[in-house]
């Protein structure tokens, strides 16, 4: 249905800031739900935002408010993940996905981008 391909990571000295991309490809106005998700080693997936591709009503967790802005140009399908303020914790794989409907999992997924943050 849709390709994603990510872009922007990198090392970072903790403090910093980041903006990762993501670029939809294909048929990107099936797309209900975009979100960025990340892993860290030896640990599960998490989600840090999510944005309504129609609306641009934005979703954090509470432990991702304040320091992560998701936004969409839809004129571009791409999406983007603002990190400010990153902290070594920070550290992880991170993944743009698609979700195709409020009952679907997310079940489009890039190949990840890692970022690294040093202290």
């Known amino acids: 249905q849709v390709q994603l391909v990510e872009s922007g990571g990198g090392l970072m000295q903790a403090g910093g800031s980041l903006r990762l991309s993501c670029v939809i490809s294909?048929?990107?106005?099936?797309?209900?739900?975009m979100a960025w998700w990340r892993q860290a080693p030896g640990k599960e997936r998490e989600i840090v935002a999510a944005?309504?591709?129609?609306?641009?009503?934005?979703y954090y967790p509470d432990s991702k408010k304040g320091r992560f802005a998701i936004s969409i140009d839809n004129a571009k399908n791409t999406v983007y993940l603002q990190m400010d303020s990153l902290e070594p914790e920070d550290t992880a794989v991170y993944y743009c996905?698609?979700?195709?409907?409020?009952?679907?999992?997310?079940?489009?997924w890039g190949q990840g981008t890692q970022v690294t943050v040093s202290s």
């Open positions: 996905a698609a979700q195709f409907s409020p009952w679907s999992q997310y079940n489009s």
């Open positions: 294909g048929r990107a106005s099936t797309v209900y739900n």
């Open positions: 944005i309504r591709r129609s609306s641009e009503t934005t």
